[in-house]
């Protein structure tokens, strides 16, 4: 197994980790426009053996969201049609008791205190370290 280090714009990761057999069962949903991000995170997240489907839009989430249930939602904040903090009010209505990360490029401090009074569990701003957003995930994971 190749060990080595990878960067994209929006993500760096170390290649070559290992599965844990728990993360199979753990089903997240990636939400992000960018579909170079969306891709490459789903992939990554699939890679640890994450069950991951993903959306390219807060309306496509929550109509996949309507027939699926996931347990993490991790979004991006600046999407056309629906931003991650409409989404975020909307899934609140829908589905009050989902785990979300939301991750973004345009950090503001306003965005911020939006997302976690609508409950968001983290807010990172791109580019994101896989290994910090891997223990967020395993953080929210030993509460579901």
């Known amino acids: 197994?190749?060990?080595?280090?990878c960067m994209l714009d929006f993500l760096y990761f170390e290649t070559g980790r290992r599965l844990n057999v728990q993360q199979e069962y753990k089903r997240i949903l990636v939400v992000d426009d960018e579909e170079n991000a969306r891709v490459a995170l789903s992939k990554i997240l699939s890679h640890d053996g994450y069950d991951v489907s993903t959306?390219?839009?807060?309306?496509?989430?929550?109509?996949?969201l309507r027939s699926k249930d996931v347990e993490?939602?991790?979004?991006?904040?600046?999407?056309?049609e629906m931003n991650g903090l409409m989404f975020l009010r909307e899934l609140n209505r829908t589905h009050p008791a989902s785990n979300v990360i939301m991750i973004t490029a345009y950090g503001e401090v306003e965005s911020y205190l939006e997302a976690m009074t609508l409950?968001?569990?983290?807010?990172?701003?791109?580019?994101?370290?896989y290994d910090d957003l891997k223990k967020t995930i395993d953080k929210i994971f030993k509460t579901v």
Not at 1 to 5: K, L
Not at 75 to 80: E, G, H
Not at 120 to 128: D, L, R, T
Request: proline share 6%; aromatic share 8%.
């Open 1 to 5: 197994m190749t060990v080595g280090r």
């Open 55 to 64: 959306a390219s839009n807060g309306q496509e989430a929550l109509n996949f």
């Open 72 to 80: 993490l939602i991790i979004t991006d904040l600046n999407m056309p």
């Open 119 to 129: 409950g968001v569990f983290e807010y990172i701003n791109k580019p994101v370290r």
